[in-house]
Every structure is written in structure tokens, then in C-alpha cells.
């Protein structure tokens, strides 16, 4: 058994922006059940102070001019400690945690996860009274990326593994800030975490940390590339010896038609016919006529570039004029939100925007919808996907990252050895996204080749439990590898 601190941004149910809030909100339940003694660090923003009944104090420090509780809770519906890094001029401030209300990065970035990667050092270390030595300190993208820097200061000091979900968001700040923020000289210049003249939180984490992994092993291939490595992909060549690929679990008892309370009705593989009235329910909700055999696509998403808006709206003319309805749920950039509820203001018959977070409707249109839409430019995982597969609606997605490991296109190989349950896009062209969608349409038709295409999504077990023993092992791997072993 090993003792890992877990330190993430975001964890469901307590805040989510995205699929790290899904990851850290149930990995480290996972890794509890395989016998690991977890615990889950994240900030104290206000939407997570709000759904902490009791705020238990159970240890304080201090940096940056701010006096600092650490806060002991339960993820909710677990039994994963979770300690809340409580600096109120820091975190309690209501809305996102990353952005203003303007949609902007709060000014005062580099200082918040500066302040948090400081405090969760200082539990690393069991130096504030916790009386609890973790053996790894996990991390997790760029906000918890200076971790693995600030440790590796110490003469002894647990291993680190930091785990990169997305390397597009790499925390970049000007190279004053990190003078300003006092951090030891050591760790600037290029060895370090300075990136052409400039102060960059992820390399922290992909310089320093005894392993590193991201959440799919055809992700951890492609950003060993020019095209999605970001000016890294050389470090990462350097590293790939401690570089991996896991790819994410989905949490089954939030993420399963059979059980799950947000659904109109409830089904499974094998009362599929119950999925029908899903959609019914769907279309009603969402002002769409209410027809059964016409193919409902959904999408549920942050509205950026990512995710393959760009292509959408290209497409959006030639795809309304298919024989198909669209539901999709997100928020994000304006440019975005704008021109998809002008689609819907033109042809509210067949296309429904939903702007904003709504976690119960994403549920909805996961079960609701016959088809699901990630054209992703590049996705280092994505759990819609999964979700998708799991609640028996076939995704249409482009071959990049973990859809590519995980969405397999139908062909007659694939339909022979009852693995497909998808279609692919197999570039990032508007032309191919239409070509696919046609495709999964013409399939659509065939009641019991679509059925039979709905089991092998349904069937394998996407569960955490195969994925958390990688991590286990890969604990391991960095505990052997940690040079400087408390
Ligand atoms: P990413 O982390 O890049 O956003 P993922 O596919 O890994 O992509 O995970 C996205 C998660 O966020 C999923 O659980 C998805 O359902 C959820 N999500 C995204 N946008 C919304 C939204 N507008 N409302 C509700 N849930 C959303
Ligand atoms: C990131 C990625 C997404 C991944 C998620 C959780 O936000 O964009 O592909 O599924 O992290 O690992």
C-alpha cells in the first residue's frame, strides 16, 4: 500500500470545468479501493466551501503575506479524505475557477497556484502537522506543475508523477512573475521552468516529475510531436523514458443508464428500447419535434477551438440539410455560443443550443441522443466518448488522441469481430466530419446492425479499476526512480 497525495484544481462533485474534475473526482476513489491510502488536495474556491457542512481546521501555514488553513473533509459520497487549501483573499471568489467573470484568466493566476502548489509542498513534506508522509505526490496539469519543481528543491523528498490532461493549457506567465513569486533561482532557465524568456507552471511538471503520463497512450505518441507537442514535444522526446500513456476510467455509478436518477428512464443492453424514451423526452425538452426515427445527435462541450467548432459551423449548412436533429449543450467563447444560437434561431426545428453548465442535461443528452458528435482537433482522452459508448450512442469522432484508442470505426473487419462502435473522422475538414455523420446515418437505418453496433459499445467495462492498477504500477515506477527518497 502506498500513501499518495492526490493535488488537483478541480475535483466532481465538489467543482468541475471539464474532464479533470470527472478524473479527480473518481481515480482517487478507485485507487482507495485497491487498497491505496489516498488523499485529494484541491483549493477552497467558494463553490466547494458551500457544499462543506462542517469546515474542520486541521492545520495552518502561511505564505505569500496569507495566513492559510488547511481544511479536512469527504469527497461527497466517498471515503476520500480531502484536504481544502483554504487562503480566502485567494480562492473564495464565486464563478470558475481558472476564469473572471469577463471569461478572462484571473489576473492573479500565477500567485493562486503558486500559493496552492507551495501549501501542497508543504504537506508533501509533512511539515505542517498532518502527521501523515505520503510516498508520491501526484499532480495534475499546470496549476499543481510546480510541485514536482519546488520538491525536487528538497534533499529528500517524496516521488512525483504528474499527469498531463491537456498540454495546450500550459499556465505561461511573464518571467517577472516568477521573481516576484520568490521561487528558488534554481529552477529558472531552460533546465528549468523558464520556456523561451518566459515563466511556464507545466514544465515544472515535465521537467521534474520521476514519471510523467498522460490519459491515453496514443496522446502520450502524439505529443511527442511537432503538431500537438506545443514547442515541447522535444523535452518530451528527452523524457520519453519516463513518459507513459493511461488511459481514463469512467465512474460507473455516475456515468451508467441503468441506474442513473438524472434519466427520464432507465436501461440497459439489454432493455434497449427503453433508450427511446430517453430521447423522446429529450425532444420535448428541448422544443425538437418529437420523432422517433429521426437520428438525434448531441454534443455536450466547452465551446472552444479544441473541440472541433470551427469544422461544426463550417459543416452546420450541409448537416441541417440531413434528415437528422442536433442537440448541443456547452459554453465557453462567445465567437462560439454566437454563431451556434444563430444556427438555432434559423432552423429551430432541427437544432437546439443550450448555453451554459448543466450537469443534469448533459446526462440527458448522453442517453437521449442516437448519435454522439467530437470532432476534436486534438483530445487527450475526452470522456464523452466514453459516456457515449457506455449509454449506447455511437460516436462519430475524429482519429486523434484517445478517441482514436477508443472509438473503433465500423467497417466489415470490425462489425465481423463485434468491436465497432463508432465512426471515424479521419481528418480535420469540415468535408470529413459531413462524410462520417452520412456514414453513421446510413447505418443508423439498419435497425439490427445499429443494435448489434450499440452492444459493442455497451459491453466492455470501462470502469476505473484496470486503469487505477496502471497508476498503482506507475507509483511504483517513480518510487523506484525518486533519487532523493524521504
Ligand atoms: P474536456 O476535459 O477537454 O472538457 P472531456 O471529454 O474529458 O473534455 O470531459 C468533459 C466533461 O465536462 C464531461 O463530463 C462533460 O459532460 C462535461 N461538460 C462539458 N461541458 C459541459 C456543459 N456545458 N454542461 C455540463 N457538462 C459539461
Ligand atoms: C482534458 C482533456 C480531455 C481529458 C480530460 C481528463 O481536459 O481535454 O481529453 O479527457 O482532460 O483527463
Not at 146 to 155: K, Q, S, Y
Amino acid at each position: 500500500m502506498s500513501k499518495i497525495l492526490y493535488i488537483s484544481s478541480e475535483a466532481f462533485p465538489f467543482i468541475k470545468t471539464g474532464g479533470l474534475g470527472d478524473v479527480a473526482g473518481s481515480l482517487p476513489r478507485a485507487l482507495q479501493k485497491n487498497k491505496q491510502d489516498v488523499r485529494l488536495l484541491l483549493p477552497a474556491y467558494q463553490e466547494v466551501l458551500d457544499k462543506v457542512k462542517k469546515q474542520n481546521c486541521v492545520a495552518e501555514t502561511f505564505h505569500y503575506g496569507q495566513h492559510i488553513r488547511i481544511l479536512e473533509t469527504f469527497l461527497p459520497g466517498t471515503r476520500v479524505k480531502t484536504w481544502l487549501v483554504d487562503s480566502p483573499a485567494v480562492f473564495d471568489r464565486p464563478g470558475n475557477p481558472y476564469l473572471d467573470p469577463e471569461g478572462e484568466p484571473w489576473h492573479d493566476n500565477a500567485f493562486r497556484f503558486a500559493l496552492f502548489a507551495q501549501c501542497a509542498v508543504d504537506i508533501a513534506l509533512n511539515r505542517c502537522g498532518l502527521s501523515w508522509q505520503p510516498d508520491v505526490a501526484h499532480c495534475n496539469d499546470w496549476q499543481s506543475a510546480l510541485v514536482p519543481a519546488l520538491l525536487d528543491t528538497f534533499p529528500q523528498r517524496p516521488a512525483t508523477v504528474f499527469t498531463i490532461h491537456n498540454l495546450a493549457y500550459q499556465g505561461m506567465f511573464n518571467s517577472q512573475t516568477f521573481f516576484d513569486l520568490g521561487l528558488p533561482a534554481e529552477l529558472w532557465g531552460m533546465h528549468g521552468v523558464e520556456f523561451h524568456q518566459h515563466f511556464s507552471f507545466i514544465k515544472g511538471g515535465l521537467v521534474f516529475a520521476d514519471r510523467i503520463n498522460t490519459v491515453s497512450p496514443n496522446y502520450a505518441k502524439e505529443i511527442q510531436q511537432p503538431e500537438f507537442g506545443y514547442g515541447l514535444d522535444g523535452l518530451l522526446r528527452h523524457r520519453k523514458d519516463r513518459l507513459s500513456g493511461i488511459i481514463n476510467g469512467i465512474d460507473t455509478d455516475v456515468w451508467n443508464p441503468g441506474t442513473d436518477k438524472l434519466l427520464a428512464k432507465n436501461y440497459n443492453r439489454r432493455t434497449l428500447a427503453d433508450k427511446s424514451k430517453n430521447k423522446t423526452y429529450l425532444q420535448k425538452q428541448l422544443k425538437l419535434p418529437a420523432k422517433a426515427k429521426t437520428p438525434l445527435i448531441g454534443l455536450v462541450s466547452r465551446l472552444v477551438e479544441q473541440k472541433g467548432f470551427d469544422s461544426i459551423l463550417a459543416a452546420m449548412e450541409t448537416l441541417l440539410s440531413l434528415p437528422l436533429q442536433i442537440a448541443i449543450l456547452g459554453s465557453g467563447e462567445k465567437v462560439y455560443e454566437t454563431a451556434l444560437l444563430d444556427w438555432a434561431k434559423k432552423y429551430p426545428q432541427k437544432l437546439s443550443v443550450t448555453i451554459g453548465y448543466d450537469e443534469t442535461l448533459s446526462h440527458q443528452i448522453e442517453a437521449g441522443s442516437d448519435i454522439y458528435l467530437m470532432p476534436s482537433t486534438f483530445e487527450p482522452c475526452g470522456l464523452n466518448q466514453l459516456y457515449s459508448l457506455r449509454y449506447g450512442t455511437l460516436p462519430v469522432a475524429r482519429n486523434v488522441g484517445g478517441l482514436a484508442d477508443t472509438v473503433i470505426d465500423t467497417n466489415e473487419k470490425s462489425m465481423a469481430n463485434k468491436t465497432a462502435n463508432g465512426f471515424i473522422i479521419d481528418n480535420d475538414t469540415p468535408a470529413a466530419l459531413i462524410a462520417a455523420v452520412r456514414r453513421s446515418l446510413k447505418f443508423y437505418k439498419n435497425i439490427s446492425v445499429w443494435k448489434q453496433l450499440q452492444h459493442n459499445a455497451m459491453s466492455p467495462d470501462r470502469s476505473w479499476q484496470a486503469s487505477a492498477r496502471q497508476y498503482i504500477d506507475l507509483y511504483e515506477q517513480a518510487i523506484a526512480d525518486n533519487p532523493h527518497p524521504i
